[in-house]
T-cell receptor
Framework: AQKVTQAQTEISVVEKEDVTLDCVYETRDTTYYLFWYKQPPSGELVFLIRRNSFDEQNEISGRYSWNFQKSTSSFNFTITASQVVDSAVYFCALSEEGSGGSNYKLTFGKGTLLTVNP | AAGVIQSPRHLIKEKRETATLKCYPIPRHDTVYWYQQGPGQDPQFLISFYEKMQSDKGSIPDRFSAQQFSDYHSELNMSSLELGDSALYFC????????WGTGELFFGEGSRLTVL
């Protein structure tokens, strides 16, 4: 069974600090996708990044960066110079192929609540 | 760009009543998913449809049913509502081309159901 573990349930930082959100996953699939979603207090799920299992290159997008390490089954997310607007719940997710064979579904971690204080 | 549209955004029902949620996927997306997120929980997969046929089923109660129509919109029907059904219900859509497609689910803004 697929599993995603986000060990940090809550993190609190002061504005401009860097913060890393951890994600560890388990899967027996050789082909899979990893995702990060942001859920602000308003409730919508905002897509941040998708990474497939064959691409271990780290990625940077503005203040966001992701470190994918297949050897440790981790896909960590770092926010540099955090801002109050970054306050949200962040979910790491893993896709697995659905039983239908032609689609897939996401397994989410429990989420990390990030609070950035001014 | 068009996104996934869900309606209604908020719904309040009494116990034992019935509720219907609607989802309009992004045009040309062939797969629709329903997720349920309880308070303080992570989203849980309920059911999915590929090309209007049910393709996978998760932890969906027997009191719930769903279908995808010819225009690709989907409806989630929930009967005999219980207090525990109070949650945020997300619909997502994706384009599945071949085995893996784009590997991305696009989520709607969610429908918040409150059962009193």
């Amino acid at each position: 069974a697929q599993k995603v573990t986000q060990a940090q349930t809550e993190i609190s930082v002061v504005e401009k600090e860097d913060v890393t959100l951890d994600c560890v996953y388990e899967t027996r699939d050789t082909t899979y996708y990893l995702f990060w979603y942001k859920q602000p207090p308003s409730g919508e799920l905002v897509f941040l990044i998708r990474r497939n299992s064959f691409d271990e290159q780290n990625e940077i997008s503005g203040r966001y960066s992701w470190n994918f390490q297949k050897s440790t089954s981790s896909f960590n997310f770092t926010i540099t110079a955090s801002q109050v607007v970054d306050s949200a719940v962040y979910f790491c997710a893993l896709s697995e192929e659905g039983s239908g064979g032609s689609n897939y579904k996401l397994t989410f971690g429990k989420g990390t609540l990030l609070t950035v204080n001014p | 760009a068009a996104g996934v549209i869900q309606s209604p955004r908020h719904l309040i029902k009494e116990k034992r009543e019935t509720a219907t949620l609607k989802c309009y996927p992004i045009p040309r997306h062939d797969t629709v998913y329903w997720y349920q997120q309880g308070p303080g929980q992570d989203p849980q997969f309920l059911i999915s449809f590929y090309e209007k046929m049910q393709s996978d089923k998760g932890s969906i109660p027997d009191r719930f049913s769903a279908q995808q129509f010819s225009d690709y919109h989907s409806e989630l029907n929930m009967s005999s509502l219980e207090l525990g059904d109070s949650a945020l219900y997300f619909c997502a859509s994706s384009f599945t081309s071949g085995r893996w497609g784009t590997g991305e689910l696009f989520f709607g803004e969610g429908s918040r159901l409150t059962v009193l």
